[in-house]
């Protein structure tokens, strides 16, 4: 069997780890806590490719007990109650130790079916999870566990990581592998904090390079960059990294960053997310700018118009035009705000009948204490403007909406105040 490079090199101690220094370092709890040997119940959250299922291993490897293996991507019910089924045989008086990858791709019945073993002491669980385990794990199984956020690898882990592999696989083939100057460094930038893609493209170039003069087998940077001709890119639409990404634009753009939100643009066009980044980009244009320059929105809107008629790759141009216009136009959240409020009330029950002026009938009924609608047309008065009472009495004299500071909304303010000042 071809085992890949990532596998037949995995570290087998928890010095041998490249990165998550925050839980593997000496002196953190995590790292002691482990050491000690005795083995809570943990999820492991974070990206592919950072060390999960490898600390996992690890931890299982050297804990005592009998270790059981299982992927949420393929095991059933069947295979859980299997594992249920040793406790208290012969062969795990030491405990059951059970490891379960990919756990959020259970069903709620299946997650549940671990919560008595868990409780008991009986079976240890370590899960590991690419998604956030507080959107996908069953509640009552998550307040039995400890969850530790794997973080992304730095290009700097990354090429310590890769540095070991080369050294490990001269060692193994007896045969001297080096990286060209520049050659493993743009392998790690390029892999995206992913170890294991950083390792399948060291496995691929190193089975394409020839032995030199010295008999050593020479990795060059040619080589290195015709396997990586697209940056390596986390990226999910239906995943934590989808909705990072998205937050992170419009985050942007709201700081008023036109370069960060412009990277993030560039990120999500070279992954060909072009809806998603037309959406955030006009909620953006509505939400921040607003009523700051209310003329923003049909431009924005002009703007990804153009874009979805084009497509990509040209639909960029017109959507950075429209992103560095948002980024840099003043921000006025007002509109947004007061709709919110507005919203809260009547979810909290605060409405009440409208105001017998307001409603679209021109006669009472029997009952009436007041006949006659005794609408004021606003036209028919100076400046067309007149008082009158459009709340319904419950919410008489409520304020919704507070302008900004902008000079659009002032000079509204400024005209309104002088007209119904009089």
Sequence with gaps: MNEPLAQRLRPVRLDQVCGQQHLLGPGRVFRKTIESGRIPNMIFYGPSGVGKTTVARIIAENSGMTLHKLNGTSCGTAD??????????????????LYLDEIQYLNKKQQQSLLECIENGSVT???STTENPYFYIYNALLSRCTV????????????????????????????????????AEYLAE???????????????????????????????????????????????RSGDDHYDILSAYQKSMRGSDPDAALHYLARLLEAGDLVSACRRLM????ED?????????????????????????????????????VATSPKSNAGESAINAAMADLQAGRSGPIPRQLQNKHFDGEDAAVKGQHYRYPHDYPDHWVEQQYLPDALKGTVYYVPGENKNEQAAR?????IKGK
């Design 80 to 97: 859980i109650k299997a594992v249920l089924g040793e406790i208290g045989t012969l062969g795990t008086a030491g405990g059951i130790l």
């Design 125 to 127: 669980l370590i899960a």
């Design 148 to 183: 530790f956020e794997f973080k992304s690898l730095t290009a700097g882990d990354i090429l310590t990581g890769l540095q070991n592999a080369a050294a490990r696989l001269a060692e193994s083939e007896h045969t001297a592998l080096a990286f060209e100057p520049g050659a």
């Design 190 to 236: 390029s892999a995206g904090g992913d170890m294991r893609k950083a390792l399948g493209g060291l496995e691929f170039v190193a089975a394409a390079a020839e032995p030199g003069p010295g008999g050593e087998r020479l990795i060059t940077l040619d080589m290195v960059k015709q396997v990586t001709k697209r940056t390596a890119m986390r990226y999910d």
């Design 283 to 286: 909620v953006c244009a509505c």
């Design 289 to 325: 700018v607003g009523l700051a320059y209310p003329q923003i929105i049909p431009i924005v809107k002009a703007a990804v118009d153009a874009a979805t008629m084009l497509g990509l790759p040209e639909a960029r141009i017109p959507l950075a035009d429209a992103v560095i216009l």
């Design 414 to 418: 400024a005209y309104w105040q002088r």
